[in-house]
Nanobody
């Protein structure tokens, strides 16, 4: 198994930036595809971005394409989500997720095996 802990959330003005981190432990981090999802009040958890275990494939939701960047540092057992040009619509709890031995950056929640507890991101106008 793997444990995931998100950090880096907070309150930011529209147009600002945040970088979220997802620290992993328990298994070989490099063997997991990593994903970021978010959930706003009253809405279902939605896909944000994903990265294959090899780092060779990346998938972004249309709503964040060009503004967000997903990356990973296997030496630190950490995945990141750099968020630029933030909008109030980005306000949500952000979750990282891991899928073991998958090289596909799947946008489906059902494809992920492990989840963090989430970190709040609030973007004010």
């Amino acid at each position: 198994q793997v444990q995931l802990v998100e950090s880096g959330g907070g309150l930011v003005q529209a147009g600002g930036s945040l970088r979220l981190s997802c620290a992993a432990s328990g298994r070989t981090f490099s063997r997991y595809a990593m994903g970021w999802f978010r959930q706003a009040p009253g809405k279902e958890r939605e896909f944000v971005a994903a990265l294959s275990w090899s780092g060779g494939s990346i998938n972004y939701a249309d709503s964040v394409k060009g503004r967000f960047t997903i990356s990973r540092d296997n030496a630190k057992n950490t995945a990141y989500l750099q968020m630029n040009s933030l909008k109030p619509e980005d306000t949500a709890v952000y979750y990282c997720a891991a899928r073991y031995l998958s090289d596909r950056p799947s946008p489906s929640r059902n494809d992920y095996d492990y989840w963090g507890q989430g970190t709040q991101v609030t973007v004010s106008s």
